[in-house]
């Protein structure tokens, strides 16, 4: 392994989502992570959050498997999971059962208390409760679920990420674990700071399409051109924005006008019209290396081949699967290309045998039913 998280030794519970996430980007970094997994199973390519991870299957409703559990728990750094409140206590391997030196974090929507903590939800219903959702789409449509990458990924994996790496720092100085409570509906208001703040300066209102980064404004939405394809607007800064009505041939006086929102819906129809008079790639030829805050909308075949993205290697193929190289980027501790998914279970044998396991027992736990 290679990377700056070489020192850490992660346990993840295997779920689903924001958890396995938080997992492979540990991995992705260079942390030894084992997945604790229910039942064996082949292997899966397509997988990625399993990359760069080892796979231990064990029944924990088993006194061996159990066991096996908490020794592995033993030699570890982080505990991930991402289970409803109460499921690892009934399981046996709650904060209370682990080595007060273990970082436990814990991964769920709503979060470890409140009248709705035990209740399910997906991204969209957590999205939806932090107000985050009833800002996103067209004014004259309901609101549009901004894929899952909001709620389940920003506001869950990358706060849990948060999390238990501030844990680790600060049990350097106590010698002490800790358990970490990242609740995605904490998390995506706590990515709402700057929305907050212009709400507070009356600069922000809550109807949807009518704000500065909502699509209202006509400088900072996606327009269709002539192919069908879009193309995406970012001019927010009145020089980017002058650059942006100069290239684009836009008749509009910038300046105090940019932001004039009274004519808004004016200027979205005629930058419409504009934009309609070339393919999507004509306008990115046109604004290529300027300042105007233009690019085109890729799809995701699209996304991998763009000049900027391939010099940089974004994406990689791996048994014809495309996905992210490791980010972010390191000048000293870069990170190998990560292993790609091995089979649930593959390591079971392996693992074990680093813990003191020998053959005959690993015979007896298969047999009765403890290794799965």
């Given at each position: 392994?290679?990377?700056?998280?070489?020192?850490?030794?992660?346990?993840?519970?295997?779920?689903?989502?924001?958890?396995?996430?938080?997992?492979?980007?540990?991995?992705?970094?260079?942390?030894?992570?084992?997945?604790?997994?229910?039942?064996?199973?082949?292997?899966?390519?397509?997988?990625?959050?399993?990359?760069?991870?080892?796979?231990?299957?064990?029944?924990?409703?088993?006194?061996?498997?159990?066991?096996?559990?908490?020794?592995?728990?033993?030699?570890?750094?982080?505990?991930?999971?991402?289970?409803?409140?109460?499921?690892?206590?009934?399981?046996g391997l709650g904060p209370e059962a682990c080595p007060d030196t273990l970082i436990y974090g814990r991964m769920t929507g709503w979060g470890q208390t409140g009248p709705w903590s035990e209740t399910a939800g997906h991204d969209i219903n957590y999205l939806a409760m932090t107000g985050a959702l009833h800002a996103i789409g067209p004014a004259d449509h309901p609101p549009v679920a901004p894929l899952n990458l909001v709620a389940d990924f920003g506001g869950g994996s990358m706060f849990l990420l948060f999390g238990v790496l501030a844990a680790v720092i600060e049990r350097g100085v106590s010698g002490k674990g800790q358990v970490v409570d990242a609740a995605m509906v904490d998390g995506v208001p706590a990515m709402m700071g700057l929305l907050h703040g212009m709400m507070a300066q009356g600069k922000w209102t809550t109807a949807r399409e009518a704000n500065w980064l909502d699509g209202g404004a006509p400088f900072y939405r996606c327009y269709e051109c002539a192919d069908g394809k879009y193309i995406s607007v970012g001019a927010l800064e009145p020089q980017f924005f002058a650059e942006l009505i100069r290239r684009a041939e836009i008749p509009h006086e910038g300046g105090a006008a940019q932001n004039d929102a009274t004519r808004w819906p004016a200027d979205r129809m005629q930058f419409a019209t504009v934009f309609k008079t070339r393919t999507r790639d004509e306008w990115a030829t046109l604004f290529e290396g300027s300042d105007a805050c233009v690019a085109p909308v890729l799809d995701f075949t699209e996304a991998p081949q763009h000049p900027q993205n391939a010099d940089r290697g974004v994406f990689y193929q791996e048994n014809n699967v495309t996905q992210a190289s490791p980010a972010p980027r390191f000048s000293r501790s870069a990170p190998d290309r990560p292993d790609p998914p091995s089979a649930v279970g593959a390591d079971t044998d392996a693992i074990l045998q680093g813990l003191g396991y020998d053959a005959a027992q690993l015979a007896r736990m298969r047999n009765a039913g403890a290794i799965t």
């Open positions: 392994m290679s990377g700056p998280l070489t020192t850490l030794k992660v346990i993840e519970f295997s779920g689903l989502g924001p958890a396995p996430l938080a997992g492979q980007l540990l991995a992705d970094l260079g942390a030894d992570v084992i997945t604790v997994d229910r039942a064996s199973a082949p292997e899966d390519p397509t997988d990625v959050n399993r990359r760069g991870k080892r796979s231990v299957a064990l029944n924990l409703k088993s006194e061996d498997g159990l066991t096996a559990a908490k020794a592995l728990i033993a030699r570890a750094d982080i505990l991930i999971e991402g289970f409803r409140p109460g499921v690892m206590e009934r399981l």
